[in-house]
């Protein structure tokens, strides 16, 4: 039987090894295509594949069987689960690989995009731009249920070389760093409670002011220029945040 195969990953030696792997993997599962075979390689193979150890690779495999998304069975392999989907809560370690993790798996329209104004609360963030290019999706689980929507503001040379289609399939952050080949040096998370407005409620089919969980991202290049800004708002009776320090 043919083996699914995983995207590679530049580890971060700042972060647990175990955790990359395991989000690394887990993207490429939730970014699976359907005729993709489900059958993992060998915790052999794959700790080749990542360059880490076994036991690394078998607490990154513990992982996303503890979530669901894989089933290990003794003499026959490891499998993707069928329907495998993400689940709450969402834990944040800090590499780009978890964040791409963190969004992969849903099933995004874009809704629109486009030309447009700098908008007043994000002007510090473009100094010197009149213009940006914004784009709005909505996400919704297997059911189809809308889980969360988001907006972001790029570059216009950035989001010249965005290929719209590409974001039906993969998060913001995977596009630019790895379809566009933006060197994301860092990405500044802001995380508050609101309640829905008129849109967010419309969209996400909640009444008005419902508990709402506001995701601000700010993505820097290597030269240190705001590249992108993500608003994300997401259904507060679907998701919840947990962020794990690691001691040194």
């Not at 030696?13 to 490429?28: E, H, I």
């Not at 963190?102 to 995009?113: K, P, R």
């Not at 089919?205 to 997401?234: C, F, M, Q």
Request: proline residues 7%.
């Amino acid at each position: 039987m043919t083996a699914f195969a995983p995207d590679s990953l530049v580890l971060n030696r700042k972060l647990p090894l175990w955790y990359q792997v395991s989000q690394s993997l887990r993207a490429s599962i939730l970014g699976r295509r359907p005729h993709d075979p489900l059958r993992l390689p060998t915790e052999e193979q794959l700790a080749g594949h990542y360059g880490v150890s076994v036991l690394t690779m078998r607490q990154a495999l513990k992982e996303l069987e503890t979530e669901g998304l894989i089933s290990r069975h003794r003499r026959r392999g490891t499998f993707i689960a069928p329907g495998a989907r993400p689940s709450a809560p969402r834990r944040l370690l800090g590499s780009i690989d978890a964040i791409v993790a963190q969004q992969s798996g849903e099933l995004t329209t874009v809704l629109s995009h486009g030309p447009m104004a700098v908008p007043g609360e994000l002007a510090e963030h473009f100094p010197g731009l009149d213009e940006v290019v914004g784009y709005t999706r909505l996400r919704c689980d297997e059911s189809g249920e809308p889980t969360n929507w988001a907006e972001n503001a790029l570059r216009p040379e950035i989001a010249a070389a965005v290929d719209v289609a590409d974001l039906e399939r993969w998060p913001m952050t995977k596009v630019l760093r790895d379809g566009v080949g933006v060197r994301i040096s860092r990405i500044t998370d802001t995380v508050q409670a609101t309640l829905a407005d008129p849109a967010t409620a419309g969209l996400l089919k909640v009444p008005l002011l419902s508990p709402i969980l506001h995701y601000t991202g700010v993505t820097y290049d290597e030269r240190g220029r705001v590249v992108d800004v993500a608003r994300i708002r997401y259904r507060g009776d679907r998701f919840s945040f947990s962020v794990t320090v690691e001691a040194p």
